[in-house]
């Protein structure tokens, strides 16, 4: 005996509900004409937006890898690197790159607004304003760093000559800010070497006429050579510690305390004077041991009270503010008098022969007018448009309203089997009954 239901479902025309294949397939075949009219229409439209949208062309130009010319010419070829790498234990902190500095000055105010001037991007784009011409050109350029180093300079504009255009003016640009900063940077080093150049030799005419009245006074006072190659050692090393003195004040002029810079030029000065240290430990067992001399008939011979305190030896002492040689009671005074105006004299030349060449080295830098970015690849004008991209425009259309029209479809035939058969789907008139009473309170 047949279920009187399985008569109402024949009756109705609906497929049973043991489904199958035949349920998905048969609602998409009999609204085959709709899905097909809905999918056309939706791809007509997409038609129709993709060759109305503004075309657009891409452009880009790459730069090679910023050579590591010395930020300072307080420093012989190598920089900090250079000097540093032969002190024992002595690391550099982490600081920003080169290609971090150059992407950072193309994506700088002052180069888009350069830009914004030169090609008259406010009427480009449509604005009246400067700042939202400036907005609209950084959203139209990307600047990025490769694997290797290289920078990527591209820009997006309405046309392919000027999108090349506009990325050939962001290098030009780029090469002017940076050769800017470089030469008012080298103006305002030579300014201060020369300042400390004036002063070293002030020192050094000072150092040697008290040597010059020493040996008047006593005669050819003589060391030994290996106390004098230590002397020379400590003296070269103070030079050095002067040298990086300078520098660390070059940098405070234009940088804070907390800079990293600042904070690695403390730490050279730090370990260049652990070294001086070591070398003072030599000089004095050196300087113990070391017999003194004195030219035969060429002074007042030396008598006891020639080992007196220094104040007693009748010339004013050299300066003190950083004296390589601690007291040493063994040492004859006349002997120790001596090389400190030998250590001060060697130390004045050292510091006057490093002022004089960075001197020069700073004015060559102030008055360089070489090309600070070395150009891979120019922009040129795209062959092919950048956007819109009409046929992937045209294909996510497509699919989008094929998505929407099965789904369209198969809502529907629900639908239609709610209306035709109400007794199988009664639970879906409660739940229809239910939202209405709850959307009424």
Same mark, same amino acid.
């Given at each position: 005996?047949?279920?009187?239901?399985?008569?109402?479902?024949?009756?109705?025309?609906?497929?049973?509900?043991?489904?199958?294949?035949?349920?998905?397939?048969?609602?998409?075949?009999? @609204? $085959?004409?709709?899905?097909?009219?809905?999918?056309?229409?939706?791809?007509?439209?997409?038609?129709?937006?993709?060759?109305?949208?503004?075309?657009?062309?891409?452009?880009?130009?790459?730069?090679?890898?910023? #050579?590591?010319?010395?930020?300072?010419?307080?420093?012989?070829?190598?920089?900090?690197?250079?000097?540093?790498?032969?002190?024992?234990?002595?690391?550099?902190?982490?600081?920003?790159?080169?290609?971090?500095?150059?992407?950072?000055?193309?994506?700088?105010? /002052?180069?888009?607004?350069?830009?914004?001037?030169?090609?008259?991007?406010?009427?480009?784009?449509?604005?009246?304003?400067?700042?939202?011409?400036?907005?609209?050109?950084?959203? /139209?350029?990307?600047?990025?760093?490769?694997?290797?180093?290289?920078?990527?300079?591209?820009?997006?504009?309405?046309?392919?000559?000027?999108?090349? &255009?506009?990325?050939?003016?962001?290098?030009?640009?780029?090469?002017?800010? /940076?050769?800017?900063?470089?030469?008012?940077?080298?103006?305002?080093?030579?300014?201060?070497?020369?300042?400390?150049?004036?002063?070293?030799?002030? @020192?050094?005419?000072?150092?040697?006429?008290?040597?010059?009245?020493?040996?008047?006074?006593?005669?050819?006072? #003589?060391?030994?050579?290996?106390?004098?190659?230590?002397?020379?050692?400590?003296?070269?090393?103070?030079?050095?510690?002067?040298?990086?003195?300078?520098?660390?004040?070059?940098?405070? $002029?234009? @940088?804070?305390?907390? +800079?990293?810079?600042?904070?690695?030029?403390?730490?050279?000065?730090?370990?260049?004077?652990?070294?001086?240290?070591?070398?003072?430990?030599?000089?004095?067992?050196?300087?113990?041991?070391?017999?003194?001399?004195?030219?035969?008939?060429?002074?007042?011979?030396?008598?006891?009270?020639?080992?007196?305190?220094?104040? &007693?030896?009748?010339?004013? #002492?050299?300066?003190?503010?950083? /004296?390589?040689?601690?007291?040493?009671?063994?040492?004859?005074?006349?002997?120790?008098?001596?090389? $400190?105006?030998?250590?001060?004299?060697?130390?004045?030349?050292?510091?006057?022969?490093?002022?004089?060449?960075?001197? +020069?080295?700073?004015?060559?830098? #102030?008055?360089?007018?070489?090309?600070?970015?070395?150009?891979?690849?120019?922009?040129?004008?795209?062959? $092919?448009?950048?956007?819109?991209?009409?046929?992937?425009?045209?294909?996510?259309?497509?699919?989008?309203?094929?998505?929407?029209?099965?789904?369209?479809?198969?809502?529907?035939?629900?639908?239609?089997?709610?209306?035709?058969d109400p007794v199988r789907y009664a639970g879906f008139h409660r739940i229809a009954d239910d939202f209405r009473k709850g959307v009424r309170h």
């Amino acid at each position: 005996m047949s279920d009187p239901t399985d008569k109402t479902r024949g009756a109705s025309g609906a497929p049973d509900s043991g489904g199958g294949f035949a349920d998905f397939v048969v609602p998409l075949v009999r @609204r $085959r004409r709709m899905i097909i009219g809905l999918v056309g229409t939706v791809a007509v439209v997409a038609v129709i937006a993709a060759l109305m949208w503004p075309k657009s062309w891409r452009s880009a130009a790459t730069l090679l890898p910023p #050579e590591r010319r010395m930020d300072n010419p307080l420093f012989v070829p190598g920089g900090f690197e250079g000097l540093a790498s032969g002190l024992r234990g002595f690391t550099l902190r982490h600081v920003a790159t080169p290609s971090d500095i150059f992407v950072a000055i193309l994506e700088s105010r /002052n180069v888009a607004e350069a830009i914004v001037e030169r090609f008259d991007l406010m009427e480009e784009y449509e604005v009246k304003k400067l700042g939202k011409a400036v907005a609209k050109l950084h959203d /139209n350029v990307e600047v990025s760093t490769t694997a290797d180093g290289t920078i990527k300079v591209a820009a997006v504009a309405s046309s392919a000559q000027l999108a090349a &255009d506009i990325s050939n003016a962001l290098v030009a640009e780029l090469d002017r800010v /940076n050769r800017t900063l470089a030469n008012a940077e080298a103006a305002a080093i030579r300014e201060f070497v020369e300042s400390e150049l004036g002063d070293a030799k002030t @020192r050094l005419a000072t150092a040697e006429d008290q040597l010059r009245a020493f040996q008047e006074r006593y005669g050819a006072v #003589e060391i030994t050579e290996q106390a004098r190659a230590v002397i020379a050692a400590a003296a070269e090393m103070r030079a050095q510690i002067l040298m990086a003195e300078v520098e660390l004040g070059v940098l405070l $002029r234009s @940088r804070d305390e907390s +800079h990293p810079d600042v904070q690695r030029a403390r730490d050279y000065v730090n370990e260049l004077e652990l070294r001086l240290a070591e070398i003072e430990g030599t000089t004095e067992a050196v300087l113990s041991d070391a017999p003194v001399t004195g030219s035969a008939g060429s002074g007042p011979s030396v008598t006891p009270s020639d080992t007196a305190t220094n104040g &007693d030896l009748g010339l004013a #002492e050299p300066p003190a503010e950083r /004296n390589i040689f601690p007291p040493l009671s063994r040492v004859p005074a006349l002997g120790l008098k001596f090389g $400190r105006l030998f250590r001060e004299l060697k130390t004045e030349e050292a510091v006057v022969v490093l002022l004089t060449e960075q001197y +020069h080295r700073a004015r060559i830098e #102030e008055r360089r007018s070489l090309p600070t970015v070395r150009v891979l690849d120019s922009a040129v004008p795209a062959e $092919r448009r950048f956007r819109p991209r009409r046929t992937l425009i045209v294909l996510i259309a497509t699919g989008v309203g094929l998505l929407l029209s099965v789904i369209l479809a198969y809502t529907l035939e629900v639908a239609d089997r709610i209306r035709k058969d109400p007794v199988r789907y009664a639970g879906f008139h409660r739940i229809a009954d239910d939202f209405r009473k709850g959307v009424r309170h």
